[in-house]
Structures are given as C-alpha cells and as structure tokens.
C-alpha cells in the first residue's frame, strides 16, 4: 500500500523519524485492513500530529532543564542533606 500525502511537510517539527515510524503503522494497518476499510492517511496523521504537539506542549518544565542543571542541583541538595545530619550530630 503506498500512502500519498497532500502535506508532507507539515510534520516537519515533529521529525523525520516521527513520520515514518507514523507512515509504516498506517502501512501495516492499510495491508492488515484495506480491503476491508478506506483510510485516511492525512487525517489521521494531522490527528496523531495534533496529539504529539500536545503532549510535547505539556512537557512539565523541569523535563526542559539541562544535565547541568540537574547534576547542579543534585549536588546542592545532596549537600543541603549532609549539613542536616551532620549537625543532628554535634
């Protein structure tokens, strides 16, 4: 089944990846369904892109911090941590 988009580049922020990962499950389904069911390719792929963009919209914010960040602020907790005990101690 060959799967003709009128759009092909309107998926272009989500990744060259994303779009073929997406195209070969339309692929699978149209060889597994076809002749039984019409599919819509654009349809579901601007479905499945508006879902994607979502999700990626809704990313919490600490997903966006650097490894540097993170490694920094492990390391101040893990200190902020040590001094705790470190003075239940003394």
């Given at each position: 089944m060959s799967i003709r988009l009128t759009q092909p580049g309107a998926y272009a922020?989500?990744?060259?990846?994303?779009?073929?990962?997406q195209l070969a499950r339309l692929a699978q389904k149209g060889a597994q369904f076809g002749g039984h069911y019409r599919i819509d390719a654009d349809a579901l792929l601007?479905?499945?892109?508006?879902?994607?963009?979502?999700?990626?919209a809704a990313a919490p914010a600490t997903a966006r911090?650097?490894?540097?960040?993170?490694i920094?602020?492990?390391?101040?907790?893990?200190?902020?941590h040590c001094s705790?005990?470190?003075s239940r101690l003394w």
């Open positions: 922020d989500l990744g060259d990846i994303w779009l073929r990962d601007a479905r499945l892109a508006h879902t994607a963009r979502a999700a990626k911090i650097s490894t540097g960040d993170r920094r602020r492990a390391t101040i907790e893990a200190i902020e705790r005990l470190e």
